[in-house]
């Protein structure tokens, strides 16, 4: 019963994380300037985390939740990265 | 797939209620991001997948390694006290730049920078 209701919800919540990511990945394909480009992939990688969390719960395990954790830090550090390039051309100045 | 099935159900709907909103409010922040006209309406979207959904699903995963290990498992805490800190962050200065452009290109969509005069008033 309870193994019936958690296939099927995490099956669902995989499926709308992933619409989510295909929307993000439209907006960065058609993004008029940089900045909205910028802004799906800091999207993006916020669904790759939640998809990597919901993957642990299915699987069980908690080796999913250190993935989720790598997955978020790398996400801040090129967001900041890519707003800092954009605003004064160069990363470290 | 399932791992282990010895779930209780209150425990297993309380698990799928909570991701399922989780999941829910992230894509529906996503199509704001598709939906919504200026780059300044659209950076507020995608900020309800990593403040709600992101609280949500944490929460039935906390729920769920909680139960099925029988004993708190709080781990998933470091990912929401991460995101929600360096969110804020990271899209401020994201904004801060895209203004930078615009003004740079004298896009007349945007205000103007302040002027010298109330620069030195507030200092």
Same mark, same amino acid.
């Given at each position: 019963? $309870?193994?019936?209701?958690?296939?099927?919800?995490? $099956?669902?919540? !995989?499926?709308?994380?992933?619409?989510?990511?295909?929307? =993000?990945?439209?907006?960065?394909?058609?993004?008029?300037?940089? !900045?909205?480009?910028?802004?799906?992939?800091?999207?993006?990688?916020? *669904?790759?985390?939640?998809?990597?969390? %919901?993957?642990?719960?299915?699987?069980?395990?908690?080796?999913?939740?250190?993935? =989720?954790?790598?997955?978020?830090?790398?996400?801040?550090?090129?967001?900041?990265?890519?707003?800092?390039?954009?605003?004064?051309?160069?990363?470290?100045? | 797939?399932?791992?282990?099935?010895?779930? /209780? %159900?209150?425990?297993?709907?309380?698990?799928?209620?909570?991701?399922?909103?989780?999941?829910?409010?992230?894509?529906?922040?996503?199509?704001?991001? %598709?939906?919504? *006209?200026?780059?300044?309406?659209?950076?507020?979207?995608?900020?309800?997948?990593?403040?709600?959904?992101?609280?949500?699903?944490?929460?039935?995963?906390?729920?769920?390694?909680? %139960?099925?290990?029988?004993? /708190?498992?709080?781990?998933? =805490?470091?990912?929401?006290?991460?995101?929600?800190?360096?969110?804020?962050?990271?899209?401020?200065?994201?904004?801060?730049?895209?203004?930078?452009?615009?003004?740079?290109? *004298? *896009?007349?969509?945007?205000? /103007? /920078?302040?002027?010298?005069?109330?620069?030195?008033?507030?200092?």
């Amino acid at each position: 019963m $309870s193994a019936t209701i958690l296939f099927w919800s995490l $099956s669902m919540a !995989q499926l709308l994380l992933a619409l989510a990511m295909a929307a =993000a990945t439209y907006r960065m394909i058609k993004g008029p300037r940089a !900045q909205d480009r910028v802004l799906s992939l800091d999207s993006l990688y916020v *669904n790759a985390m939640l998809l990597m969390v %919901v993957f642990g719960i299915r699987s069980g395990t908690t080796i999913y939740f250190e993935a =989720a954790l790598i997955i978020g830090i790398l996400g801040f550090t090129s967001t900041l990265a890519l707003a800092k390039f954009l605003m004064r051309g160069e990363v470290i100045e | 797939m399932i791992a282990d099935a010895d779930l /209780p %159900v209150w425990a297993a709907v309380l698990v799928a209620v909570l991701v399922l909103t989780g999941a829910l409010l992230t894509l529906i922040g996503c199509l704001g991001l %598709v939906r919504l *006209n200026d780059f300044y309406q659209r950076i507020h979207a995608p900020t309800l997948g990593s403040s709600a959904g992101t609280l949500l699903i944490l929460f039935g995963s906390v729920l769920y390694f909680s %139960v099925t290990q029988k004993r /708190p498992a709080v781990h998933e =805490a470091l990912i929401f006290i991460f995101v929600s800190v360096t969110t804020p962050v990271t899209l401020m200065l994201l904004a801060r730049a895209a203004l930078y452009r615009d003004r740079a290109e *004298n *896009n007349r969509q945007v205000p /103007p /920078p302040p002027d010298e005069a109330s620069v030195e008033k507030t200092d």
